[in-house]
């Protein structure tokens, strides 16, 4: 199963730590990732939120799941993700509290 990672990244200092963390644990369950963390390091610096968000929805289309990683609900791009995922019927997983 392929599964996106949602959560917090604008003005989180420690977003990448947390990601990383939540895709290794997804890998330990024998899937593969798409962690959209990954994105901003390919990308123009130019790029608005709203076409980085357009590159993490078509990600978020090509997956069996989505995981909903702590503090999901104060960023407005998870928020927006767990939306679509909604509307298209993905499966939503949450990220435990730890």
């Not at 599964?3 to 947390?18: A, C, D, E, Q, R």
């Not at 997804?26 to 709203?50: F, L, S, Y």
């Not at 799941?65 to 767990?82: C, D, P, Q, T, Y």
């Not at 019927?89 to 435990?96: D, K, N, T, V």
């Amino acid at each position: 199963m392929r599964v996106y990672l949602s959560g917090p990244i604008t003005g989180k200092k420690n977003y990448m730590k947390h990601f990383a963390a939540a895709e290794n644990d997804v890998k330990r369950g024998g899937h593969e990732v798409i962690n959209p963390a990954k994105n901003a390091h390919v990308m123009p610096r130019t790029t608005t939120h709203k076409e980085y968000m357009k590159v993490c929805l078509a990600q978020l289309d090509c997956c069996d799941a989505i995981v909903m990683l702590n503090g999901w609900k104060e960023s407005s791009g998870a928020r927006e993700e767990f939306c679509y995922a909604v509307d298209k019927r993905i499966p939503i997983f949450f990220e435990e509290e730890k």
